[in-house]
Nanobody, 116 residues
């Protein structure tokens, strides 16, 4: 069974930084597009960032220039470095592994709260 295990969430003050990680198992990690999504209370889940197997990245406009997605294929892990955090970044952050068109997997999510 595929597992995506997120870690690193928590409480941070506005302007602060946080890094969340997602360790994948039981997939050929290097073949997958990895992504981070988030869902705030009362809102739909939205794309934050994706990274292809070749390292090409894509970001939501709201996080571009503040967040950086990266991957370590040797460790089967994808990271999201979040800087200059704002209260609007508060959400549950979900890891996604996709191998279009047939396969997509989700982690259980990690809470990120930005508050003073």
């Amino acid at each position: 069974q595929v597992q995506l295990a997120e870690s690193g969430g928590g409480l941070v003050q506005p302007g602060g930084s946080l890094r969340v990680s997602c360790a994948a198992s039981r997939i050929i990690f290097s073949n997958y597009i990895m992504g981070w999504y988030r869902q705030a209370p009362g809102k739909q889940r939205e794309l934050v960032a994706t990274i292809t197997s070749g390292g090409s990245t894509n970001y939501a406009i709201s996080v571009k220039g503040r967040f950086t997605i990266s991957r370590d294929n040797a460790k089967n892990t994808v990271y999201l470095q979040m800087n200059s955090l704002k209260p609007d970044d508060t959400a549950v952050y979900y890891c996604n592994a996709a191998y279009p068109p047939n396969y997509a997997y989700w982690g259980q999510g990690t809470q990120v709260t930005v508050s003073s």
